[in-house]
């Protein structure tokens, strides 16, 4: 064989080999990719048979769970129904149940209700009545003390001072004006302010007083509300037109002599609860004062005090001792006392009246300190009345005229009356 016979040889033997080997190799590479690509393909499809069989699940699931939920809606929906069905009856029963319970409760509610305001509504009553009785009383009570105070004066000033006390509890604003002419002055004033203080300050002629004129005028009681005189008022002092002011003259012999004024307003200018019949009372008061000043100057013109028999008294030929035993012993003092309070009281009574009737004159005389001398026709009439009521044993001992001049004329103050011209 030949050396290229061998070579060739020896490369078919060695590409053969090679050949062999590659084939090999391509084969065992195809088996692996074989291999490979069935594991893959059985992966894909166990992956998708795993994903189509979860969407079935899904699917089945999710179509269960609709049957289930119509299912049991539709079966809430049932017993809804039939729950509501009855409830619904259940709550007629009770409600019937109980409306008629209520009823009955209301029945016996409204029977005890009926009896409880029939007991209240008497004991109301009766309140009322106890209140009515005990305002009644107050009332009474209170005219029946000015009464008594009226009584009780024992001269024209002090009869004029209790009527203007009087007249105060009775009313929010109470004033006693005092005559002097064709012109009021002022005596006394409560509810008016500082007023009060200084009721003399007070000086109206009549056509200037309102009410107050007209009652002087008419000589009866006037209101603000009686035909012309509506909300004329007291003339001093402002009254609204919705408010009603009352004016009740003091007559004396036939002569008006004073007027009282009262009405109902404080001095926020509101109305003062009071008694409807203040104005009958004050009407009462005003006239008890008139009589009380009739019976002073009737008792001032004809009242004669005791005289006590002594020796200056005695007639001719009458011991003392016979004058004295005429009174019964330890009487002697006790009348002896009669006599000089009566002198006292006609004094005072004398003066009080000049007081009274002529008080600008005193005033004036108690300025320029010459009462005696201003005043001395006034004066000299009181001294001859009061020398023909008091027996002269009695003057001769203590001159109760001249102490009341001091004390009631001159308030006090000797000095003020001067000297007679």
């Not at 088996?31 to 979860?54: I, N, P």
């Not at 000015?146 to 109470?174: C, H, Q, T, Y």
């Not at 009574?349 to 007081?355: A, C, G, K, T």
Request: charged letters at 25%; proline letters at 4%; glycine letters at 8%.
């Amino acid at each position: 064989m030949s050396f290229e016979d061998r070579v060739r040889s020896s490369v078919d033997q060695a590409l053969g080999t090679l050949v062999k080997q590659v084939v090999e190799h391509a084969a065992e590479e195809r088996e692996a990719a074989t291999r490979a690509a069935r594991e893959s393909a059985f992966a894909e499809a166990e992956q998708a048979a795993q994903t189509r069989v979860a969407d079935a699940e899904a699917r089945v699931r999710a179509m269960m769970e609709e049957k289930i939920a119509t299912a049991l809606a539709e079966d809430r929906e049932v017993a809804s129904r039939e729950i509501r069905r009855q409830v619904e009856a259940e709550v007629g029963q009770r409600l019937a149940d109980g409306l008629a319970i209520a009823e009955i409760r209301m029945k016996a509610a409204l029977a005890d209700s009926e009896a409880r305001a029939a007991e209240a509504l008497k004991d109301a009553v009766s309140a009322a009545r106890v209140r009515e009785r005990d305002v009644e009383m107050a009332g009474v009570t209170r005219l029946l003390e000015s009464i008594r105070g009226l009584d009780g004066a024992s001269s024209l000033s002090e009869v004029l001072d209790a009527l203007a006390l009087a007249s105060a509890r009775e009313a929010a604003r109470a004033a006693v004006v005092v005559l002097r002419g064709d012109r009021i002055q002022g005596w006394r004033m409560s509810g008016f302010g500082p007023r009060d203080t200084q009721p003399k300050s007070i000086d109206l002629a009549l056509g200037e007083s309102g009410v107050i004129g007209l009652a002087v005028g008419a000589a009866r009681a006037v209101t603000t509300r009686d035909g012309q005189s509506a909300a004329a008022g007291p003339g001093f002092e402002p009254l609204a037109a919705d408010r009603m002011g009352l004016a009740v003259p003091v007559i004396v012999g036939g002569r008006v002599v004073a007027v009282v004024y009262a009405d109902g307003v404080t001095l926020d200018g509101h109305e003062r609860p009071v008694p409807s019949g203040w104005p009958e009372v004050i009407e009462v008061l005003a006239r008890h004062a008139g009589r009380c000043l009739e019976a002073l100057t009737q008792q001032r013109a004809t009242a004669a005090p005791p005289r006590i028999q002594t020796a200056a008294t005695a007639g001719p030929g009458r011991a003392t001792g016979a004058a004295t035993q005429a009174v019964p012993p330890g009487a002697m003092s006790h009348i002896a006392d009669g006599v000089a309070d009566a002198a006292r009281r006609t004094a005072r009574l004398l003066i009080s009246e000049i007081r009274l009737f002529h008080e600008p004159a005193v005033h004036q005389g108690r300025r320029e300190r010459n009462l005696l001398q201003r005043l001395a026709p006034e004066i000299a009439q009181a001294r001859k009345t009061y020398n023909e009521q008091v027996p002269a044993v009695v003057r001769s001992e203590t001159d109760f005229f001249h102490q009341e001049l001091i004390r009631t004329l001159a308030g006090g103050d000797a000095t003020l009356l001067g000297n007679m011209a």
